[in-house]
């Protein structure tokens, strides 16, 4: 019997898979808790390949396929849901890396999110951005504050994406959700055009040039909230990334704007949990205060870790911070806390302080407890 994506998926939203990968020469592979894990069958071959491709591929995605080699789009199955596929080439045949859509929004708690986030849900203006490597819970992140607000405020919400992944229904607020190739041309032609249709927020699937950088600036220092992802790992590379992508000429009057509409950086990581089984998620944030704003004009970059480190009260942290937090939670074990550091050594120091602290209090303990 000839195999079937809709099978795959089937067997794979069962399995609680986040990812299936289609390649020629082995089975169906699962991503299941962040490991890949092959599944038992005959190997796929090229016909395989080819029959999923023809089946699921519209002429506009097989054109587009043609012309770059590779192709990225969301499709809806009865019985599956939503999920997002990419295709590409792989000697000379199309292969598939599939990401399985959520069903429906996780609460905060079950994600995992600090409170921080609660409160970016609340902003009416300036610029949230949610950053990471890619397959680190952005989009997740991302559906979160969109539905937030769409459960909590009457406004008119546009998302910008590639693709569609989950499919948001109208609740308090109108939702408007345009996919990169099937509604839109481009991330910045569309963005442009967004700011005519009367928007209060807005939300861009992945700042990825100048143009759609300088646009989405725009947008936040006139009065509206504009949440996007970028895939920069922390928060302080992310401001560098930005300086870098304008020419010197700009960048002064770059930074201004910046520091201007920055509202928050939201920097993630999924880590494997110590039992082995499932990701759990580590937050930086990046809270804009008065401090940050002047280092952003300064391009003073370089110091907002410092004042990350130390503003707790604005609700930031560090990776470290929340990585040595995780560690101590039994959450993490201390390899994936060490390996994940920005500086390995504040997460030694402080454990083995604790270590220290720890029998210091043990060697007082005994005859010289209280009864």
């Given at each position: 019997?000839?195999?079937?994506?809709?099978?795959?998926?089937?067997?794979?939203?069962?399995?609680?898979?986040?990812?299936?990968h289609?390649?020629?020469?082995?089975?169906?592979?699962?991503?299941?808790?962040?490991?890949?894990?092959?599944?038992?069958?005959?190997?796929?071959t090229?016909?395989?390949?080819?029959?999923?491709?023809?089946?699921?591929?519209?002429?506009?995605?097989?054109?587009?396929?043609?012309?770059?080699?590779?192709?990225?789009?969301?499709?809806?199955?009865?019985?599956?849901?939503?999920?997002?596929?990419s295709v590409?080439?792989?000697?000379g045949a199309?292969?598939?890396?599939?990401?399985l859509?959520?069903?429906?929004v996780?609460?905060?708690?079950?994600?995992?999110?600090?409170?921080?986030?609660?409160?970016?849900c609340?902003?009416?203006?300036?610029?949230?951005?949610?950053?990471?490597?890619?397959?680190?819970?952005?989009?997740?992140?991302l559906?979160?504050?969109?539905?937030?607000?769409?459960?909590?405020?009457?406004?008119?919400?546009?998302?910008?994406?590639?693709?569609?992944?989950?499919?948001?229904q109208?609740?308090?607020?109108?939702?408007?959700?345009q996919e990169l190739?099937?509604?839109?041309?481009?991330?910045k032609?569309a963005?442009r055009?967004?700011?005519?249709?009367d928007?209060?927020?807005?939300v861009?699937?992945?700042?990825?040039?100048l143009?759609?950088?300088?646009?989405?600036?725009?947008?936040?220092?006139?009065?509206h909230?504009?949440?996007?992802?970028l895939?920069?790992?922390?928060?302080?590379?992310?401001l560098?990334?930005?300086?870098s992508v304008?020419p010197?000429?700009?960048?002064?009057?770059i930074?201004?704007?910046?520091a201007?509409?920055?509202q928050?950086?939201v920097a993630?990581?999924?880590?494997p949990r110590a039992?082995?089984k499932?990701?759990?998620?580590a937050?930086?944030i990046?809270?804009s205060?008065p401090?940050?704003?002047?280092?952003?004009?300064?391009?003073?970059?370089?110091?907002?870790?410092?004042?990350?480190?130390?503003?707790?009260?604005?609700?930031?942290?560090?990776?470290d911070?929340?990585l040595?937090?995780l560690?101590?939670r039994?959450?993490?074990?201390?390899?994936?806390?060490?390996?994940?550091?920005?500086?390995?050594?504040?997460?030694?120091h402080?454990?083995?302080?604790?270590?220290?602290?720890?029998?210091?209090?043990?060697?007082?303990?005994?005859?010289?407890?209280?009864?």
């Amino acid at each position: 019997m000839a195999i079937t994506l809709e099978k795959i998926l089937n067997s794979a939203r069962k399995l609680g898979a986040s990812d299936v990968h289609l390649v020629c020469g082995i089975a169906p592979a699962l991503r299941i808790h962040g490991e890949i894990r092959v599944v038992e069958g005959a190997p796929l071959t090229q016909e395989d390949l080819r029959r999923v491709y023809d089946a699921h591929l519209n002429d506009v995605q097989k054109r587009t396929f043609e012309e770059d080699w590779q192709v990225c789009f969301s499709k809806r199955l009865e019985g599956i849901g939503r999920f997002r596929i990419s295709v590409y080439l792989h000697a000379g045949a199309p292969e598939f890396s599939v990401r399985l859509s959520e069903s429906h929004v996780r609460s905060s708690k079950e994600l995992g999110l600090p409170e921080a986030l609660e409160d970016l849900c609340r902003l009416t203006d300036g610029l949230v951005l949610i950053t990471g490597p890619t397959g680190m819970g952005k989009t997740t992140t991302l559906n979160f504050i969109v539905n937030t607000i769409n459960e909590t405020r009457r406004a008119k919400i546009i998302t910008i994406e590639d693709p569609v992944e989950f499919e948001h229904q109208n609740n308090r607020s109108i939702i408007i959700q345009q996919e990169l190739l099937g509604d839109v041309k481009s991330y910045k032609s569309a963005l442009r055009h967004v700011l005519r249709q009367d928007p209060d927020v807005i939300v861009v699937g992945e700042m990825r040039d100048l143009e759609t950088m300088e646009t989405a600036l725009i947008a936040a220092e006139t009065g509206h909230l504009v949440i996007a992802t970028l895939h920069t790992p922390d928060c302080v590379q992310t401001l560098q990334r930005i300086y870098s992508v304008f020419p010197a000429e700009q960048q002064n009057s770059i930074v201004v704007q910046l520091a201007n509409s920055i509202q928050a950086i939201v920097a993630q990581k999924l880590l494997p949990r110590a039992t082995g089984k499932g990701l759990v998620l580590a937050t930086e944030i990046c809270i804009s205060t008065p401090a940050v704003q002047n280092h952003i004009r300064e391009k003073q970059v370089h110091l907002i870790y410092n004042e990350m480190q130390t503003g707790r009260k604005n609700k930031m942290q560090t990776m470290d911070q929340v990585l040595l937090d995780l560690y101590q939670r039994g959450d993490i074990t201390y390899d994936v806390a060490l390996s994940h550091a920005r500086d390995s050594n504040f997460i030694r120091h402080r454990v083995e302080q604790k270590s220290d602290d720890s029998q210091g209090n043990t060697s007082m303990s005994g005859p010289f407890r209280r009864s």
